[in-house]
């Protein structure tokens, strides 16, 4: 979960350059390119210009490659200084939800977006399909389900239920 905590900018002064998660749409803190001259516990606050008010472009474009230097110029300015902070970046009040943290908690346990045994992008196409169907509702809940594997089958209930039969008898 601390993987989508970002750092939210505010005067940098405690914000890790290469240890924090702070830029946004990167998951990973920052790598220093091979002519970087800033040292491994420097401060976001050290890449702005306090007399300027804005970033150090000529530093941040020495010290980062051309991809993650334009990221950081891209980053808003606080011109009020305030404390940086950290905010959740699952969404877009960047507040903490329990709704959250468990949309979070099924991506980690399936490994694919939440979407149990199929890949993000085929299954956002397959889900649209599906629920785009001129079929009765029902229909569309039982293919659901089968996709998703969890119709209520004995051998399913078995994991979930002590003492289930999980063989068919022929009585």
């Excluded at 420097?42 to 230097?69: H, K, M």
């Excluded at 329990?98 to 397959?126: D, F």
Aim: charge should be positive.
């Amino acid at each position: 979960m601390q993987q989508r905590l970002k750092c939210w900018i505010g005067n940098g002064v405690n914000v890790e350059i290469w240890k924090d998660n702070w830029l946004p749409g990167v998951m990973v803190p920052p790598v220093p390119s091979s002519s970087n001259t800033l040292d491994q516990t420097a401060r976001v606050s050290q890449l702005i210009e306090w007399d300027g008010g804005g970033w150090n472009q000529a530093l941040i474009r020495q010290s980062f490659d051309e991809q993650t230097a334009n990221i950081i110029l891209s980053v808003p300015f606080s011109h009020r200084l305030c404390a940086d902070k950290l905010v959740w970046s699952n969404h877009s009040t960047r507040n903490y939800t329990a709704k959250t943290g468990y949309h979070l908690a099924v991506e980690v346990v399936n490994g694919n977006g939440g979407e149990a045994g199929l890949p993000n992008e085929v299954s956002v196409g397959i889900w649209k399909w599906l629920w785009g169907l001129q079929l009765p509702h029902k229909i569309k809940l039982f293919g659901w389900k089968c996709c998703r594997s969890i119709l209520p089958t004995n051998l399913a209930l078995a994991g979930k239920i002590p003492n289930t039969k999980t063989q068919v008898s022929k009585d």
